[in-house]
T-cell receptor, first 110, second 115 residues
């Protein structure tokens, strides 16, 4: 069974304090890994898609990386507006269905 | 205007009532999905459709049905709502190009409460 595990469940940072969120996965035939940001009561907002081990993508203060077993979302010098839940999801080849992790709730304190 | 819209945004109903949630998209995508989100459980797939004539069950389809009225419209029905169907419901779309790993784009969600 495909599994996606995100850690930590919650993370509290001071403004400017860099950190990383982890997404580990156990799947057969990874086609793609996705990162989303979700604000309370709103739909997930797409951030990145990673396709192969070694790939990296950046957007403002966020950088996503991918290995054969996990992905990291690095947050550099976060600001309070980065507070949200960050979701990781994987697409497995042959099924075209996405399995989501339960997310990491990030709080950035001024 | 939003690319993926959902109506209604909030709905309170009673046990046993029939409810329909609607989703429309202007992204021109072939594939559409319905998910529900519960605290601590993450997003779970209810139904998905790769084109107008294709409907597939997801991992939690019991108690739900769907209709793909057009490429841009996908509705979710609860035939007889029960309290444990209280959740946030999201519609999503993806491009579905053959051979391409497609990203899903989500609507704003419908908060459904079943009393």
């Amino acid at each position: 069974e495909d599994q996606v595990t995100q850690s930590p469940e919650a993370l509290r940072l001071q403004e400017g304090e860099s950190s990383s969120l982890n997404c580990s996965y156990t799947v057969s035939g990874l086609r793609g890994l996705f990162w989303y940001r979700q604000d309370p009561g709103k739909g997930p907002e797409f951030l990145f898609t990673l396709y192969s081990a070694g790939e990296e993508k950046e957007k403002e203060r966020l950088k996503a990386t991918l290995t054969k077993k996990e992905s990291f979302l690095h947050i550099t010098a976060p600001k309070p507006e980065d507070s949200a839940t960050y979701l990781c999801a994987v697409l497995v080849g042959g099924y075209q269905k996405v399995t989501f992790g339960t997310g990491t709730k990030l709080q950035v304190i001024p | 205007d939003a690319d993926v819209t959902q109506t209604p945004r909030n709905r309170i109903t009673k046990t046993g009532k029939r409810i329909m949630l609607e989703c429309s998209q202007t992204k021109g995508h072939d594939r559409m999905y319905w998910y529900r989100q519960d605290p601590g459980l993450g997003l779970r797939l209810i139904y998905y459709s790769f084109d107008v004539k294709d409907i597939n069950k997801g991992e939690i389809s019991d108690g739900y049905s769907v209709s793909r009225q057009a490429q841009a419209k996908f509705s979710l029905s609860l035939e007889s709502a029960i309290p444990n169907q209280t959740a946030l419901y999201f519609c999503a779309t993806s491009g579905g190009l053959a051979g391409v790993t497609d990203t899903q784009y989500f609507g704003p969600g419908t908060r459904l409460t079943v009393l």
